[in-house]
């Protein structure tokens, strides 16, 4: 018998616990130089073996005991979550959990065909990464033979199958991908996708990140509203991360996620599981709580709960407002926790 929910529970900072994002798996089909650059994640690195992997059902656990204690939005991540076999299956489990907003991000590669079962299977949203539309581009930003006609497929099967509003990621690189920076908007304006362009961040140590390769969200908009007039739109929620602008016409909108120039430490309420079932309450953590062997030796759901309470009630990150000073250590790369 599951004991009721203890709220509200925060951080030292004040920060209440509202989502969850679960790495399925740290595999990937692409390379992308911001994530998992192929120097680093080449055919010599050692991805997570199975049996140290969490099962559908460790994770459908986890998510419940999240859920008692405030977790109200769960996002899928990977590497590429629809390289989890069976992944559906999952989705399905966790769509059963009341009160749950079940969202994914993918590279959308594999999207095409997988839009529909998950769809069916209770996924409510998706995010798709997408740096560029111009083929050369896109393929020196993910680093694969998969065509960026692949990914669009994939990006208008979700539209069709009504997961909404599909927003499409855009990583923004200096010198790499600015000059495309208005051809994504004008391209999803109307079409029931939003773009979402982010700041190039320092997350882990493999991407080669310096401050001058980022273009920052004020120059993204610069960019955009003088081909493409836009409006300020209030934000969803407190904790939403992304700065929203529609455009004067009415059709459609835009986000920038500025967590370089513009922190938005003090609004997180994120937590992340990893493929292995660790526990990180930052994106740019150097350690993460293992609770795999709580999950698999029988430890009772309170102990359990009382693990994430106080691993919560603990926390103090605020490095995206601390850059100048980072943490001692090595991060966790992105590919890890899913972004």
Known sequence: MRLPTILPLEDRRHRPLRDLRVSVTDRCNFRCSYCMPREAFGSAHRFLPREQILSFEEIHRAAHLFADLGVRKIRLTGGEPLLRAELPRLVHMLASIPGIDLALTTNGSLLERLAVPLRDAGLQRVTVSLDSLDPDVFRQMSDTDIPVSQVLRGIDAAVRAGLAPVKVNAVVRRGVNEDGIVDLAKHFKGSGAV?????????????????????????????????????????????????????????????????????????????????????????????????????????????????????????????????????????????????
């Open 195 to 339: 773009v979402r362009y982010i700041e190039f961040m320092d997350v882990g140590t493999t991407n080669a990140w310096r401050m001058s390769s980022v273009v920052s969200a004020a120059q993204i908009i610069e960019r955009i509203s003088a081909e493409l007039p836009l409006e300020t739109v209030a934000p969803a929620g407190a904790s939403d991360v992304a700065r929203r602008f529609r455009y004067k016409d009415g059709t459609g909108e835009i986000g920038v996620i500025a967590s370089v120039t513009q922190p938005f430490c003090g609004d997180c309420t994120r937590a992340r599981l990893s493929a292995d079932g660790h526990l990180f309450t930052c994106l740019f953590a150097t350690r993460g709580l293992d609770l795999r062997p709580a999950l698999r030796d029988g430890s009772p759901d309170e102990s359990i709960r009382e693990i994430l309470r106080t691993t919560w009630q603990a926390r103090n990150d605020r490095y995206s407002e601390l850059r100048a000073a980072p943490p001692p250590g090595r991060r966790i790369e992105m590919s890890y926790i899913g972004g």
